[in-house]
């Protein structure tokens, strides 16, 4: 696709289910990352891959926190047993390789994720 | 650690005149990039401008213009001419090699007619 395109756009849940967010990234690019945005406040990083192996998770919060790439594209969150602690837009990038790609990273539209 | 720090959360400033949004930042690190992004209401995190760490002049892009000070560890954000559409959350990133990015808190601009 053109862009980094990020599924659902919006999902409410009820507090203990569990939720995944897809994200979809530039055709090539290599590099993926995962943020979390709270009301008013800047991204927060949750986990960086390269390929398809994750090179930093120091982001995750804890181990209801979940992400794989098995294919070095698509990647999918996963949290388990929802808190309403966990609302917030979830936020996806994805670049090329290298240190020139780091100037190339694209963000998707975020998923905005509601715990009732 | 890498930290970015915006000490403006709320800015203001008429149509047509010009503001700076000023961030400054922390790393041990010789190469890096760092970046302004715009996020309107509609979540899409917009690049409005980049600089690469090596790079001494700086990078301009239409009505944003940046002045790094690599030594002081400062990059500040100028908007001239501004415009309605500039209305938006500005963050200001940082990102080393291999690593990922550090964004500061944000700040918000409001363009007033």
């Known amino acids: 696709g053109a862009g980094v395109s990020q599924t659902p756009s919006n999902k409410v849940t009820e507090k203990g289910k569990y939720v995944e967010l897809r994200c979809d990234p530039i055709?090539?690019?290599?590099?993926l990352y995962w943020y979390r945005q709270s009301l008013g406040q800047g991204p927060e990083f949750l986990i960086y891959f390269q390929g398809t192996g994750a090179a930093d998770d120091s982001g995750l919060p804890n181990d209801r926190f979940f992400a794989v790439r098995p294919e070095g594209s698509v990647s999918t969150l996963k949290i388990q047993r929802t808190e309403r602690g966990d609302s917030a837009v979830y936020l996806c990038a994805s670049s090329p390789s290298g240190m020139e790609g780091m100037a190339e990273a694209f963000f998707g539209q975020g998923t905005r994720l509601t715990v009732v | 650690a890498q930290t970015v720090t915006q000490s403006q959360p709320e800015m203001s400033v008429q149509e047509a005149e010009t503001v700076t949004l000023s961030c400054t930042y922390d790393?041990?690190?010789?190469?890096?990039?760092l970046f302004w992004y715009k996020q309107p209401p509609s979540r899409q995190m917009i690049l409005v401008i980049r600089?690469?760490?090596?790079?001494?002049q700086n990078a301009t892009e239409n009505r944003f213009s940046v002045n790094f000070q690599k030594a002081a560890k400062s990059f500040s954000l100028k908007i001239s001419d501004s415009q309605l559409g500039d209305t938006a959350m500005y963050f200001c990133?940082?990102?080393?090699?291999?690593?990922?990015?550090?964004f500061g808190p944000g700040t918000r601009l409001s363009v007033l007619p």
């Open positions: 990133a940082l990102i080393n090699y291999g690593q990922n990015f550090v």
């Open positions: 600089q690469e760490a090596y790079k001494q």
């Open positions: 055709s090539g690019h290599t590099a």
């Open positions: 790393t041990s690190e010789n190469n890096y990039y």
